[in-house]
């Protein structure tokens, strides 16, 4: 059974910094480019990060500069360390696995002005 677990998520100042963990089981991980996406109220989800098998990393023009993607194989976990975060950033934040589509439960990510 695929199961991906995200945490990490809070309520941050604008300005402050999260770092967003999932953590991935019943799933190859390592041979699995892995992704953020996110969806604020009354917003589709949209794509923030990617990372492939092989640590190449693409980001949103948004989120550039400020987020960065990572993935530690040994743990198969993937993160998204977010810095200079902004309200608009509020969001719920869900882990995808590429391969499979597989989707985690979402975590609640808020930034206060």
């Known amino acids: 059974q695929v199961q991906l677990v995200e945490s990490g998520g809070g309520l941050v100042q604008a300005g402050g910094s999260l770092r967003l963990s999932c953590a991935a089981s019943?799933?190859?991980?390592?041979?699995?480019?892995m992704g953020w996406y996110r969806q604020a109220p009354g917003k589709q989800r949209e794509y923030v990060a990617q990372?492939?098998?092989?640590?190449?990393?693409t980001y949103a023009d948004s989120v550039k500069g400020r987020f960065t993607i990572s993935r530690d194989n040994a743990k198969n976990t993937v993160y998204l360390q977010m810095n200079s975060l902004k309200p608009e950033d509020t969001a719920v934040y869900y882990c995808?696995?590429?391969?499979?589509?597989?989707w985690g439960q979402g975590t609640q990510v808020t930034v206060s002005s």
């Open positions: 990372i492939s098998s092989r640590g190449l990393t």
């Open positions: 019943g799933i190859t991980f390592s041979i699995n480019a």
């Open positions: 995808k696995a590429f391969a499979g589509g597989y």
